[in-house]
């Protein structure tokens, strides 16, 4: 078997659809297979693999045993040359397997490989290239040097801002969200660390693979990440697990090395997760605020508030789409490219599942109006499923 990809689902079935309907077409043709490790998921997740994707393997848990050890679970089942760790959240375009294991045969250095996210704006996720949080570089990124010289080397090296967007270079870490592995660099310097609940172990391991000899790099392929959908980013549970992570990497690698520094770090990260916790509070009470506010200006108007959809997709798609934006009050218009003028559009979204129409034309599109600030939050529609992601919200 060439390669494993893992993914750890909790309570996302219709993100974990739409993901392992890309893996599905991204594989084709290739040496791969596919696990679900599922955290004791209560949304039906394991029944809707298990009718729809029988050829995935299913390690179905009793509990929430946490991201670290989900993935070991399925590592040491499988037996593959490489292994691809995939967030539910994600779906990859079809040429992005191939381009990933063709890296690897062409770089035998290479220990793991990370790709261009695309937010879902459309916009490139700047975490698809990381440095090691070192206390010089978390200190530059917590000062904000790093968003005052975002090229800079030295200042910007958190999300290693000085490499192009669109070639291959050589990074310190690597995005859990999509982790290629060489199981060789696995077997030498060790899976992943249990310690770490959520979050971290990616940075951690990403560390020791360098660490080993091995290389860590970035490469243009192409993943659309819904980022934070199978986690809550607003709770105190997702900010407590992040930066706890930060503190637990700390202490195992760098509180030796770095023990003059280690009461700043610590409550570097600890005021950083204060504030973190604050500022995604004060956000959604200011939305809040807004929803309230714009709701009556519109009703004084008397012009009621409709988002508006452009959809790329097949006539049969179509015909299922229209009647779910009605009931969610979207105003929903079919087009045929992204060429079309779309800057008005509140959502571009385009079917999963399409004929002959390939996924990653659509996402450097996108990316494309994103640069000329013509940005659309980007959905997607599966008519298996008759299902419409949106980035806030999932109509059905």
């Given at each position: 078997m060439k390669l494993s990809i893992i993914i750890v689902n909790y309570n996302v079935?219709?993100?974990?659809?739409?993901?392992?309907?890309?893996?599905?077409?991204?594989?084709?043709?290739?040496?791969?297979?596919?696990?679900?490790?599922?955290?004791?998921?209560?949304?039906?997740?394991?029944?809707?693999?298990?009718?729809?994707?029988?050829?995935?393997?299913?390690?179905?848990?009793?509990d929430n045993v946490g991201f670290a050890r989900a993935n070991n679970q399925a590592i040491k089942a499988s037996t593959s040359e490489l292994v691809l760790l995939l967030n539910p959240d994600t779906f990859i375009a079809e040429d992005t397997l191939t381009h990933c294991i063709r890296f690897f045969e062409e770089h035998q250095q290479a220990g793991a490989i990370g790709i261009?996210?695309?937010?879902?704006?459309?916009?490139?996720?700047?975490?698809?290239?990381?440095?090691?949080?070192?206390?010089?570089?978390?200190?530059?990124?917590?000062?904000?040097?790093?968003?005052?010289?975002?090229?800079?080397?030295?200042?910007?090296?958190?999300?290693?801002g000085h490499l192009p967007e669109f070639a291959d270079g050589?990074?310190?870490?690597?995005?859990?969200?999509?982790?290629?592995?060489?199981?060789?660099a696995l077997e030498q310097v060790g899976l992943l660390d249990e310690t770490f609940f959520m979050y971290g172990e990616d940075i951690d391991l990403s560390y020791r693979?360098?660490?080993?000899?091995?290389?860590?790099?970035?490469?243009?392929a192409l993943m659309l990440h819904y980022k934070g959908e199978s986690t809550q980013q607003t709770s105190f549970r997702y900010v407590y697990n992040f930066y706890n992570a930060m503190l637990i990497f700390f202490r195992k690698n760098f509180a030796k090395r770095y023990w003059f520094a280690w009461l700043f770090v610590e409550l570097a990260v600890l005021t950083m997760g204060?504030?973190?916790l604050l500022r995604k509070w004060l956000h959604r009470s200011l939305r809040f605020l807004k929803?309230?506010?714009?709701?009556?200006?519109?009703?004084?108007?008397?012009?009621?508030?409709?988002?508006?959809?452009?959809?790329?997709?097949?006539?049969?798609?179509?015909?299922?789409?229209?009647?779910?934006?009605?009931?969610?009050?979207?105003?929903?218009?079919?087009?045929?490219?992204?060429?079309?003028?779309?800057?008005?559009?509140?959502?571009?979204?385009?079917?999963?599942?399409?004929?002959?129409?390939?996924?990653?034309?659509?996402?450097?599109?996108?990316?494309?109006?994103?640069?000329?600030?013509?940005?659309?939050?980007i959905g997607t529609f599966n008519l298996q499923t008759k299902t419409l992601i949106l980035p806030n919200d999932i109509y059905t």
């Amino acid at each position: 078997m060439k390669l494993s990809i893992i993914i750890v689902n909790y309570n996302v079935r219709h993100y974990l659809c739409q993901c392992l309907d890309s893996v599905r077409r991204s594989a084709e043709g290739l040496d791969v297979e596919t696990w679900v490790v599922d955290n004791a998921s209560t949304d039906d997740s394991v029944a809707m693999v298990r009718l729809l994707f029988p050829e995935v393997h299913v390690i179905e848990n009793q509990d929430n045993v946490g991201f670290a050890r989900a993935n070991n679970q399925a590592i040491k089942a499988s037996t593959s040359e490489l292994v691809l760790l995939l967030n539910p959240d994600t779906f990859i375009a079809e040429d992005t397997l191939t381009h990933c294991i063709r890296f690897f045969e062409e770089h035998q250095q290479a220990g793991a490989i990370g790709i261009h996210m695309v937010n879902r704006d459309g916009t490139f996720a700047r975490e698809s290239r990381r440095g090691l949080p070192t206390p010089s570089t978390a200190f530059y990124k917590v000062i904000g040097l790093s968003r005052l010289f975002p090229r800079s080397p030295r200042f910007a090296r958190y999300h290693m801002g000085h490499l192009p967007e669109f070639a291959d270079g050589r990074i310190d870490a690597i995005s859990g969200a999509f982790m290629m592995l060489r199981r060789e660099a696995l077997e030498q310097v060790g899976l992943l660390d249990e310690t770490f609940f959520m979050y971290g172990e990616d940075i951690d391991l990403s560390y020791r693979i360098g660490q080993g000899g091995w290389e860590c790099w970035y490469t243009p392929a192409l993943m659309l990440h819904y980022k934070g959908e199978s986690t809550q980013q607003t709770s105190f549970r997702y900010v407590y697990n992040f930066y706890n992570a930060m503190l637990i990497f700390f202490r195992k690698n760098f509180a030796k090395r770095y023990w003059f520094a280690w009461l700043f770090v610590e409550l570097a990260v600890l005021t950083m997760g204060i504030l973190s916790l604050l500022r995604k509070w004060l956000h959604r009470s200011l939305r809040f605020l807004k929803h309230i506010t714009g709701i009556s200006k519109l009703q004084k108007r008397k012009a009621p508030y409709i988002e508006k959809l452009l959809f790329i997709g097949s006539e049969e798609a179509w015909v299922a789409l229209r009647p779910i934006c009605d009931r969610a009050n979207i105003q929903a218009s079919r087009i045929n490219t992204i060429e079309e003028k779309t800057e008005d559009a509140t959502y571009i979204c385009f079917e999963v599942t399409p004929t002959g129409r390939p996924y990653y034309q659509i996402l450097w599109q996108l990316m494309a109006n994103a640069r000329t600030k013509h940005r659309s939050g980007i959905g997607t529609f599966n008519l298996q499923t008759k299902t419409l992601i949106l980035p806030n919200d999932i109509y059905t």
